[in-house]
């Protein structure tokens, strides 16, 4: 039972990172319909950028007392700006243009931009794993059966509360109000008076912020990065979209904990778990889309014609 | 180089001398197979050549071998560690031309006996219940394996053996499992890159910390030192080696070699140097056999497979019918203060 409750932990740690970046996907593909497979390396950039503040304010080990909310807050809000502006350069230079090309296009232009990031991040930082300095202490609290550390607690809780924060966003502002309308039909929310082009730049600023508060935790949790780490955990974060319901938040969110989880317990359950973690994970992918193609929690889009 | 001067000082029978033909595979700073193959074509064509030494790398070696096993040259690596060069049905690919006939000889030992010396290297350590942990790759699980099966029959036991998926980060969950079951020993097959240092670092954060982590020598670079950072320290990995300067036998050689170059020995001089002075050796003997006539390749060939008791810088060197040295001798360092420290060199029995 004690293993089994940590192994909880571990999932729903590994799958708040999955969820946050998941978070940036769903709401790209809710609004233009593009899978972004750079999204991913977006994440990669966010924890580059993490590294590169934190050299920067001289930081290179545990810091303590109001330093460290000082440097977490600079780091993840430099971390959400870079990131924010990094995915609007990229819809305004590779996407905009193909708004109303064939939908294939712009997916590979999506495959293109996510090579020209890696290729970036592998000329900045090398090809090998880079360190990523232990800013946060890791003491962890053992409760009655589990030890939970609190960089856990930080990655669940910094999830939560994005999700938190987003929902709020798209549900009760007015650009929320424009983005969920853009969604629904892109016509008629230009005849409404809606201004589509920024209603989409707002999306992929806030997406792609998400995926830098994410950038941040992965290293800050990890303690180490690399240039090509954005590609598996790109693709799970897509899985975790699709499983909870492409363009619907909640289930982005339910999707990226839900895979996290089926991955820790594959690894425990499954003999020889850790190699066949994916294959287990993909397996509940693919049942969940037999008996509900739109996703655990996806409704019915209204075919487009 | 210095194998060949010093052949050449003693003086070679019939006014023949020996001449160092050095040809680099590396194109832009990196070992390149294509570049490897060309080389072996120049040699093959120049009929002067009678032997080569080299490579350095596994992949430029699976160029190069099936050109010499046509031209029938003989070549000895000092460095190439993947055991398919030689050993299976792998080695049996690569000889294209004369599948009977082995051209390809080493001095160095193969990745699967890592995996042996770590088995006998952690029961001298007096540890018991291993976790064998690898990257699922040719190098890792082939190192892996062989632990498991050593450890085993050296009276250890093995808890369990997981494979990584490739990308993976996360080994969190993966090392609960492993903790429930109460190692005393983490055995890692594989490379820093493929998860090493990953795993190191999360040993610290799911409660096994204090346990003790042999890897090979794919974690025998700085990139480990740096990624897994302070909790690098204490871990062991073999090297399929000997370290040159702790080896009794290699003290000539050593001050030879730095009174010559005015540098230090390089992790793979001593090899290299011994396979040259077999070559020369085998050279002679044919030469000798032929009364003093140039011999053929056929003829220096036949004489290095014939290799056994040649006394080498790295010890008494032997091939059996793979090409495979018999002596094979590998070495243990730990890291400690951020540093590999040599620990001591393990003799394989074969």
């Known amino acids: 039972m004690d293993v089994f409750l940590q192994q909880v932990v571990n999932g729903l740690s590994l799958g708040g990172i999955y969820a946050l970046i998941a978070l940036g996907y769903t709401m790209v593909y809710g609004i233009i319909e593009l899978i972004n497979f750079a999204h991913g390396d977006v994440y990669t950039f966010g924890t580059f950028t993490s590294l590169a503040i934190l050299t920067g304010l001289g930081v290179s080990g545990e810091v303590h007392g109001p330093w460290l909310v000082a440097v977490v807050a600079i780091t993840l809000v430099a971390a959400m700006l870079t990131c924010g502006a990094l995915g609007v350069l990229i819809e305004l230079l590779a996407y905009r243009r193909l708004r109303n090309a064939p939908r294939l296009a712009p997916l590979i232009t999506a495959i293109g931009v996510s090579f020209i990031l890696e290729n970036v991040m592998q000329l900045w930082h090398g090809p090998s794993p880079i360190p990523f300095p232990q800013v946060v202490p890791n003491p962890s609290v053992t409760l009655g059966l589990v030890s939970v550390s609190a960089k856990q607690v930080l990655v669940i809780a910094l999830a939560l509360v994005m999700m938190i924060a987003l929902q709020l966003f798209i549900y009760n502002t007015k650009i929320g109000k424009a983005m969920r309308a853009t969604a629904q039909d892109r016509d008629a929310a230009q005849l409404m008076g809606i201004n589509v082009n920024t209603t989409i730049l707002v999306t992929f600023l806030v997406g792609s912020a998400l995926a830098g508060v994410a950038g941040f935790v992965s290293g800050v949790y990890y303690g180490t990065t690399w240039f090509f780490n954005g590609f598996e955990a790109g693709l799970k974060a897509f899985t975790a979209a699709v499983l909870g319901g492409i363009g619907n938040i909640l289930g982005a969110m339910l999707g990226g904990f839900l895979i996290g989880l089926i991955e820790a317990m594959a690894t425990q359950y499954v003999p020889q778990g850790a190699q066949w973690s994916n294959v287990v994970v993909f397996s509940v992918l693919v049942l969940v889309l037999i008996f509900r193609p739109s996703g655990l929690l996806g409704e019915s889009l209204p075919e487009k014609v | 180089m210095l194998a060949v001067e010093q052949a050449n000082a003693k003086g070679v029978p019939g006014g023949y001398s020996f001449v160092a033909y050095d040809l680099d595979d590396a194109v832009q700073g990196a070992h390149d197979p294509a570049q490897g193959a060309q080389n072996v074509k120049q040699f093959v064509s120049d009929d002067a050549v009678l032997a080569m030494v080299g490579p350095f790398n596994s992949s430029v070696a699976q160029a190069q071998i099936p050109i010499t096993n046509d031209a029938g040259l003989v070549q000895i690596s000092p460095a190439t560690t993947n055991p398919g060069l030689t050993k299976g049905d792998e080695a049996a690919k690569l000889r294209t031309s004369h599948p009977d006939v082995n051209s390809f000889f080493r001095v160095c030992t193969t990745d699967d006996k890592q995996g042996a010396a770590g088995a006998s290297f952690a029961r001298k350590l007096g540890l018991k219940k291993a976790f064998i942990v690898d990257d699922n790759e040719t190098y890792g699980k082939g190192l892996a394996d062989v632990f498991e099966q050593q450890f085993a029959a050296a009276g250890g036991t093995v808890l369990g053996h997981e494979h990584l998926t490739k990308g993976q980060t996360d080994y969190k969950a993966l090392l609960t499992k492993a903790h429930a079951l109460g190692p005393d020993l983490v055995f890692y097959g594989g490379t820093t890159v493929t998860g090493g240092a990953l795993l190191r670092k999360q040993m610290a954060d799911t409660g096994l910390g204090q346990v003790a982590f042999i890897g090979g020598d794919g974690i025998s670079d700085t990139e480990f030192l740096t990624s897994a950072g302070q909790s690098a320290d204490g871990v062991y990995y073999t090297v399929a080696a000997p370290e040159t300067s702790k080896l009794p036998t290699a003290t000539a050689f050593v001050a030879a070699y730095e009174k010559r170059w005015k540098s230090p020995v390089g992790p793979y001089s001593a090899n290299a140097y011994a396979a040259t002075n077999i070559e020369i050796a085998a ?68």
């Open chain 2, 283 to 350: 050279i002679e003997k044919a030469m000798a056999e032929k009364g003093g006539a140039l011999p053929t390749r056929a003829d220096v060939l036949a004489n290095v497979a014939a290799t056994k008791g040649f006394a080498s810088p790295i010890g008494t060197i032997g091939f059996d019918k793979n090409g495979d040295t018999t002596a094979p001798i590998l070495s243990v360092y730990k890291i400690s203060g951020g540093k590999p420290v040599f620990v001591e060199q393990i003799v394989l029995k074969v």
